[in-house]
């Protein structure tokens, strides 16, 4: 059985409008050795439709679908259980991610041989006319390209300053499996984040922005 070498876990509810700029940035990976979990969290308009679209061109995309509206928490908590990614990325629907991003990840994770491989996000909002973007996201307080390991060296990271998107770092499977996001809860990954962070051998930050977030008035955030 082949091994992807990354699975993109995607919970989608409602984002009809957005969905499909999302699956094609991760469709058009130049890494072409991953797997896109959908979790459909009882999405009322036409989210499901699209996902069985891109599905039928795409077998690397595998559908779920909740029969009640559960929440990003439990939405991604059932992408963690059925990925066979060596690494996971979690990727929000109305977002989209540079088409090198996976490959890019993927290098350096193996190059730095860490649990856990943190990056920028840039921010934009939508117009009728254009796109603008903002600064991109840093982690504060954290060195580019060190090393860091939080249990036997916790002091000399300021965990205050860290991003706390789960959509801003690409983690070991074997590792992230063994956690779960809060369920039926916004902003679930506020403390997901943390514990994690706090509870991996190693993880990296890297100056790449590989996640575009869009500033979505209907969003969660």
Same mark, same amino acid.
């Given at each position: 059985?082949?091994?992807?070498?990354?699975?993109?876990?995607?919970?989608?509810?409602?984002?009809?409008?957005?969905?499909?700029?999302?699956?094609?940035?991760? =469709?058009? @990976? +130049?890494?072409?050795?991953?797997?896109?979990?959908?979790?459909?969290?009882?999405?009322?308009?036409?989210?499901?439709?699209?996902?069985?679209? $891109?599905?039928?061109?795409?077998?690397?995309?595998?559908?779920?679908?909740?029969?009640?509206?559960?929440? @990003?928490? +439990?939405?991604?908590?059932?992408?963690?259980?059925?990925?066979?990614?060596?690494?996971?990325?979690?990727?929000?629907?109305?977002?989209?991610?540079?088409?090198?991003?996976?490959?890019?990840?993927?290098?350096?994770?193996?190059?730095?041989?860490?649990?856990?491989?943190?990056?920028?996000a840039v921010q934009f909002t939508e117009t009728e006319e254009n796109q603008m973007f903002s600064y991109p996201q840093y982690f504060q307080?954290? @060195?580019?390209?060190?090393?860091?390991?939080?249990?036997?060296?916790?002091?000399?990271?300021?965990?205050?300053?860290?991003?706390?998107?789960?959509?801003? $770092?690409?983690?070991?499977?074997?590792?992230? @499996?063994?956690?779960?996001?809060?369920?039926? =809860?916004?902003?679930?990954? +506020?403390?997901?984040?943390?514990?994690?962070?706090?509870?991996?051998?190693?993880?990296?930050?890297?100056?790449?922005?590989?996640?575009?977030?869009?500033?979505?008035?209907?969003?969660?955030?």
């Amino acid at each position: 059985m082949n091994i992807p070498k990354i699975s993109i876990i995607i919970p989608v509810y409602n984002v009809e409008k957005y969905l499909a700029e999302c699956l094609d940035s991760c =469709v058009n @990976q +130049t890494l072409k050795d991953i797997e896109i979990i959908c979790v459909d969290d009882c999405s009322t308009d036409n989210s499901y439709t699209t996902l069985k679209d $891109y599905q039928q061109k795409d077998s690397r995309i595998k559908i779920f679908r909740h029969e009640e509206n559960k929440k @990003q928490g +439990t939405a991604r908590n059932k992408g963690l259980e059925v990925a066979t990614g060596k690494y996971i990325w979690f990727i929000d629907s109305d977002d989209y991610i540079d088409t090198k991003a996976c490959q890019i990840l993927y290098d350096a994770i193996k190059k730095f041989n860490v649990d856990m491989l943190c990056f920028t996000a840039v921010q934009f909002t939508e117009t009728e006319e254009n796109q603008m973007f903002s600064y991109p996201q840093y982690f504060q307080g954290v @060195q580019i390209n060190k090393i860091y390991h939080p249990k036997t060296n916790w002091k000399e990271i300021k965990f205050y300053n860290l991003n706390v998107s789960s959509c801003t $770092y690409l983690t070991k499977r074997s590792v992230v @499996q063994n956690f779960r996001f809060r369920e039926r =809860v916004w902003h679930e990954d +506020t403390d997901f984040t943390a514990i994690l962070l706090a509870s991996v051998d190693s993880f990296c930050f890297i100056p790449y922005s590989a996640y575009f977030r869009r500033i979505n008035p209907t969003s969660t955030t």
